[in-house]
């Protein structure tokens, strides 16, 4: 039984985004979502395009800044990707 455990390939889980970690938002992700419908119709681009940084984790939240004079945001974690 070990052999055929240690033949399967290991599924890689994705990086967990850490705070100080620059992020973006997955638009998919976001779009269909409870937050997309309580802001304005039309997301602006640049969550999109990132880089903004994660300021904070807390459960399946994560509170955002862009550098940009405007308010920090908390988005969930999956709707969260790294920048690249």
């Not at 937050?35 to 640049?46: L, M, R």
């Not at 300021?55 to 990707?81: A, F, H, I, S, T």
């Amino acid at each position: 039984m070990a052999e055929s455990d240690a033949a399967a390939p290991a599924k890689a889980k994705p990086a967990a985004l850490r705070k100080g970690a620059l992020v973006k938002v997955k638009r998919a992700a976001y779009s269909a979502s409870l937050e997309a419908g309580a802001s304005d119709p039309t997301a602006p681009d640049y969550i999109f395009e990132g880089p903004g940084e994660l300021l904070v984790v807390k459960g399946d939240y994560g509170q955002v800044r862009w550098n940009r004079p405007v308010p920090d945001v908390w988005l969930r974690m999956d709707q969260l990707e790294a920048c690249s």
